[in-house]
């Protein structure tokens, strides 16, 4: 497996009728909102067509990057902030920075993705993040994307993250 943390690689996010690139999203684009339940302590995901609500890429000194290398041949490396919410195969979420090698994440088909490799470094430059239009209700479902295949939260979730109920953070 190829270990290639290209900074310029894109993120695809999962739309109605196939993926974009995260820097391409504008205000009222549509996206997959994906939903979660746990049924006999199996993940089972669900899609509905959103709009976005925001889009914007955030201009910093240094941001805290997290770059992953995954158990799969596809795209084998994601690269994201450090407060993105992850979905864990226990139906529970955490952050990107809370993370670490050999963790499971969720994939696409609700299935768990190991993590190979994890650093933390910090990087200059631009960060694109993008929100759905669900209305908050202190839970992730409508507010979670698919990101490269992986199941991740919008910014609305990076915002409102702590308050989730507790027994849902790990």
């Not at 974009?20 to 669900?46: C, M, N, Q």
């Not at 770059?67 to 084998?76: A, E, Q, V």
């Not at 993040?129 to 609305?156: A, C, E, M």
Request: proline share 5%; glycine share 6%.
């Amino acid at each position: 497996m190829k270990n290639n943390f290209t900074p310029t690689s894109k993120a695809l996010i999962t739309i109605p009728r196939g993926l974009k690139p995260i820097d391409h999203f504008e205000k009222g684009d549509a996206v997959s909102a994906i939903s979660v339940k746990l049924y006999r302590g199996k993940i089972k995901l669900s899609s509905s067509k959103a709009k976005i609500s925001f889009s914007a890429g955030n201009q910093y000194q240094s941001n805290k990057m997290v770059y992953m290398t995954l158990d799969r041949n596809d795209t084998p490396y994601l690269v994201c902030n450090s407060n993105l919410p992850f979905l864990l195969p226990n139906g529970k979420y955490t952050r990107a920075d809370k993370l670490f090698s050999g963790q499971e994440i969720v994939d696409k088909n609700g299935k768990s993705l190991k993590i190979d490799n994890l650093s933390i470094k910090n990087q200059k430059g631009s960060l694109p993040h993008i929100s759905t239009n669900i209305k908050w209700d202190n839970t992730p479902n409508g507010h979670l994307l698919l990101v490269n295949d992986i199941v991740v939260g919008d910014f609305i979730l990076q915002v409102y993250f702590d308050q989730l109920p507790h027994e849902m953070i790990q």
